[in-house]
Structure formats: structure tokens, C-alpha cells
């Protein structure tokens, strides 16, 4: 069983809200990644890291922030919430041969 | 940018039909991965493939990689209602993040 833990699984706020998503792992895992999801849809890569200090944007990441201070900690951050932001959150952490091992997900839903 | 293509996006069979998911890509992988996702959870790893013309059996499930490592797929024998769900191929080639495929919806119906 995965060692990954996200926080919270759901989530409603209002627009303009600022929030974070936590994720943790305990595996020592140097890469992690956050995603993004509709139900059913492919996933979207909004961050990655290699390790502390090290982070990156993927395709969707300008209206989001991370950071990666501890190899086990890497919260998201929207800064202003919008309603085009509802989706599912995916937190993942891999090894460097590549198996990564997922989150259950933070539901955002935003009114 | 990687890209994975995966084929059919969409599969809808009756109990006990076998059934063969693709994933292709014009990209050299170092290693290859299947994972399957329920609704409202994570995606959960089924297999990782690293030789070029490698075979893995998980069960009714069986995989294979490539000879060149730039495509993968997936054979489920005999499937079962347990095996509805969204099924991803990934990536990953030297230092790049991993690249996921678009998934395969698969529904079997009793």
C-alpha cells in the first residue's frame, strides 16, 4: 500500500480564496508531482520536484505555486480561486526508475 | 514534449471477452508503466516494463513492451465487471517528469 497521503480529500470554497492543498509521503521518494483531473479525463501535470528545492511547472501551473522545503512535503497553492479550478487534485510520488505511486485525490470544488 | 497515445479511448465489451489496450509513442522510454484508476480515487500501478521486448502476467492481465521501448500494451483475457475502469500508460525517459497517456476507458458489462 502507497505511503502518500493528500489533505483535504474534499474541498468547497469561495472564488477568490486562497488555499493549499498538502501532500505527504513517506517512502523518501526524491520525485513528486502534482496533476490535475476531470473525472475520467486524462490527467495534466501542474508541478513536479527532484528533490528539496527543486521545482518545476508543468503545463498548467500558472495560476498555482508549490513549493518543496521537505523531501516528504509538496503543497499546492492557488492563490485566487476560480470556478474554472474545480476538479480533482493528484499528488504522486515515484521512484527515479519511474513507478509512481498516487494520492487519493483532493476534490476542489469551487462557488 | 513525450507523448503517449493510447488506443481506444473508449471500450465497452460483455463478460469474458478478451480485449488489448495500446500505448504508442515516436519516444524511446527507459521504462514503462499500466496503471488503473477508479472512479474518485488515485491511479494505482499495475506493471512496470524496462526491456524492449519484455512480457509481464499479472493474473488475466498481460504486458508487453516494445522491442524498440517506444510502445507498450495490455491484453486482459476473459474480462471480468472487476475490471471496469480507467486503465493509463506512462513514461518516463531520462531526467523528463513522467508523461501519461490520455487512459482507456474500459466498461465490462455482466
Not at chain 1, 528539496?52 to 503545463?59: M, R
Not at chain 1, 527515479?96 to 494520492?103: I, M, R
Not at chain 2, 497515445?5 to 521504462?31: A, D, K, M, R
Amino acid at each position: 500500500e502507497a505511503d502518500i497521503y493528500q489533505t483535504p480529500r474534499y474541498l468547497v470554497i469561495g472564488t477568490g480564496k486562497k488555499i493549499t492543498l498538502e501532500c505527504s509521503q513517506t517512502m523518501g521518494h526524491d520525485k513528486m508531482y502534482w496533476y490535475q483531473q476531470d473525472p475520467g479525463m486524462e490527467l495534466h501535470l501542474i508541478h513536479y520536484s527532484y528533490g528539496v528545492n527543486s521545482t518545476e511547472k508543468g503545463d498548467l501551473s500558472s495560476e498555482s505555486t508549490v513549493s518543496r522545503i521537505r523531501t516528504e512535503h509538496f503543497p499546492l497553492t492557488l492563490e485566487s480561486a476560480r470556478p474554472s479550478h474545480t476538479s480533482q487534485y493528484l499528488c504522486a510520488s515515484s521512484k527515479w526508475s519511474g513507478e509512481a505511486f498516487f494520492g487519493q485525490g483532493t476534490r476542489l470544488t469551487v462557488v | 514534449t513525450q507523448l503517449l497515445e493510447q488506443s481506444p479511448q473508449f471500450l465497452s465489451i460483455q463478460e469474458g471477452e478478451n480485449l488489448t489496450v495500446y500505448c504508442n509513442s515516436s519516444s524511446v522510454f527507459s521504462s514503462l508503466q499500466w496503471y488503473r484508476q477508479e472512479p474518485g480515487e488515485g491511479p494505482v500501478l499495475l506493471v512496470t516494463v524496462v526491456t524492449g521486448g519484455e512480457v509481464k502476467k499479472l493474473k488475466r492481465l498481460t504486458f508487453q513492451f516494445g522491442d524498440a521501448r517506444k510502445d507498450s500494451s495490455l491484453h486482459i483475457t476473459a474480462a471480468q465487471p472487476g475490471d471496469t475502469g480507467l486503465y493509463l500508460c506512462a513514461g518516463v525517459s531520462g531526467n523528463t517528469p513522467l508523461v501519461f497517456g490520455k487512459g482507456t476507458r474500459l466498461s465490462v458489462i455482466a
